[in-house]
C-alpha cells in the first residue's frame, strides 16, 4: 500500500461519521517542530548512504530509513499480524510539568517526535506520526535493540545453547580468549558491568565512535578484533554500572557463535514471528555480516508496540511463553536498594536490569531507551505501554527528554488499572 493511500484512507476515516473522528485511529501530520530546519522542503532528507549524522535537516530521514544507509539483514514477519484493537475514543491525557499544565497535543507541538504511541493490552490509546512519517516506515531504535540482545540471550539460555549466564564469553566467542572481555562473564555484560574501560559520550571521538569505526571499515579488523581493542580492565565484573555498547556488542557475537544463527534469523524465529509483527524489521551489519548487538534494529511504531506488549505480559503472547518468563522478570525486576544496580542509586533516577533500564516507584516498570529520544515504557501491572520515536538534537541528556517522565506517570495514573 502506498504512503498516498495510506495517508487517504487515514484523511476519509477523518472525515467519516464523528464516531470515527473520535476513534483512536492513526494520525499523520505532515510538519512538525522547527519542520523547516529539519528539511520539510527537502523532503526530510537523508544522509549519504553509509554515513551516520547530526546535522538537524538529515535527522528525521536518519531515524526513519536508517535501514537505506547500512546493510541490513531482514527480520522476517509470520504469515499474518496480530490483531491490535482500537479505543473507541482517542486517548485524553492531562500532565503537569514544570509547573504548567500540558495534554498530548501540547507535548507534540512543541517535541520533534516522530511516533507517538500507546497502548493498554492489546487495545490502541493514541498513535500520531509527524513529519510525514507513517505507519510503514521504519524508526531506528538506537539502544532499545540492547534490551532485544538481552531478551534473545535468556530464550537461548532457556534452549541450552547458552549453558549459564556466568560463564565467561570466551565459552561461547572462543576468538575472544585470552583478552579481557573474553574472560567476564556474560551476567556482567548484562548488568553493563564489564569493568572494561570504555567512554560513550556520543561527542565522536569517543570509544563508542572508534568501536563503530573499527566494525564498519571495509578492511577492519572485524567483531572480534575490534572488541580486543579494548583491553584496560578498570574495574572486577560485576561491581560498577559502567554503560557501553561494548557489552552489548560481545552479547550479540556470544548470542550469533552460540545459537549458530544470525541474531535477525533468531529474532525472527523466536519473537518476531511468534508476536504476528505487521512488518519485517531490518537489523544493520557490521562489515563481517555479524548484527549490531547494540544498535540498529529499525521496525514499525506498532511493531515497537508489540514487543512492548510481549513484555508487559512478561514474555508470553496469546497463551504462548515466548520469552522465558522467569528471565523476564529477572532482567525487569529493580534489584535490593542497596544494590549499585537499584533505581536511585545507579543513577539519579534509573536502575539497570539485563540491559534494560529501571524506573523507581513502588510497582515495576521498565524502558528501553536510545539516543536521540528513543523509548518504551512499560507497566507490566496494567499493561501499559508507551512507544515514543524520535529525533532530538542532542543525542543525550536533552532537557526536553525529561517532559516523558510525567507525561509517563500521569498515563499510568490515569489509565493503569
Not at 499544565?101 to 512543541?110: F, I, K, P
Request: proline letters at 7%; aromatic letters at 8%; one cysteine or more.
Amino acid at each position: 500500500m502506498t504512503r498516498f493511500c495510506c495517508r487517504h484512507l487515514a484523511l476519509a476515516a477523518l472525515l467519516a461519521a464523528p464516531q470515527a473522528w473520535a476513534q483512536a485511529v492513526p494520525v499523520f501530520t505532515p510538519g512538525g517542530p522547527d519542520a523547516g530546519a529539519y528539511g520539510a522542503a527537502e523532503g526530510y532528507p537523508l544522509p549519504p548512504t553509509g554515513r551516520r549524522s547530526n546535522e538537524q535537516h538529515l535527522l528525521i530521514g536518519l531515524h526513519s530509513h536508517y535501514d537505506r544507509l547500512f546493510p541490513a539483514h531482514e527480520v522476517a514477519r509470520g504469515p499474518a499480524a496480530s490483531n491490535l484493537a482500537r479505543a473507541p475514543h482517542e486517548l485524553e491525557l492531562a500532565y503537569t510539568y514544570r509547573g504548567e499544565r500540558h495534554d498530548l497535543g501540547d507535548y507534540l507541538a512543541r517535541h520533534p517526535t516522530t511516533g507517538l504511541l500507546v497502548l493498554h493490552g492489546g487495545t490502541i490509546l493514541f498513535e500520531h506520526y509527524q513529519y510525514g512519517r507513517t505507519e510503514q516506515d521504519r524508526f531506528l531504535s538506537q539502544s532499545m535493540a540492547k534490551t532485544v540482545n538481552a531478551m534473545l540471550v535468556g530464550i537461548a539460555l532457556g534452549e541450552g545453547a547458552i549453558r549459564s549466564v556466568d560463564d565467561p564469553v570466551e565459552t561461547y566467542a572462543p576468538e575472544l580468549a585470552g583478552s579481557e572481555i573474553g574472560r567476564t562473564p556474560i551476567r556482567a555484560l548484562l548488568h553493563m558491568a564489564s569493568g572494561i574501560a570504555f567512554t560513550e559520550t556520543y561527542d565522536g571521538h569517543d570509544d563508542s565512535a572508534r568501536l563503530f569505526r573499527l566494525l564498519f571499515a571495509p578492511n577492519g579488523p572485524g567483531t572480534a578484533g575490534a572488541l580486543r581493542q579494548f583491553d584496560t580492565r578498570e574495574a572486577p565484573p560485576d561491581t560498577i554500572w559502567h554503560y557501553a555498547g561494548l557489552n552489548s556488542e560481545a552479547l550479540g557475537l556470544v548470542l550469533a557463535r552460540a545459537t549458530g544463527m544470525p541474531l535477525a534469523a533468531y529474532l525472527s524465529t523466536r519473537i518476531w514471528s511468534r508476536i504476528g509483527a505487521e512488518a519485517n524489521a531490518a537489523w544493520t551489519v557490521d562489515a563481517s555480516g555479524l548484527e549490531t548487538g547494540a544498535c540498529c534494529l529499525s521496525a514499525t511504531l506498532r511493531d515497537w508496540g508489540r514487543l512492548g506488549l510481549l513484555l508487559a505480559q512478561d514474555g508470553a503472547w496469546e497463551g504462548q511463553q515466548v520469552v522465558p518468563r522467569q528471565w523476564v522478570l529477572d532482567a525487569t525486576t529493580p534489584p535490593a536498594p542497596d544494590s549499585f544496580l537499584a533505581p536511585r542509586r545507579m543513577t539519579r533516577f534509573y536502575g539497570y536490569g539485563y540491559q534494560v533500564w529501571l524506573l523507581p516507584g513502588p510497582r515495576r516498570q521498565f524502558a528501553l531507551l536510545g539516543i536521540h529520544g528513543q523509548a518504551i515504557l512499560v507497566d507490566p501491572e496494567s499493561r501499559l505501554v508507551l512507544v515514543h520515536t524520535a529525533a532530538r538534537l542532542k543525542p543525550s541528556a536533552d532537557p526536553g527528554a525529561l517532559e516523558l517522565r510525567p507525561l509517563w506517570n500521569a498515563l499510568v495514573a490515569q489509565e493503569g488499572r
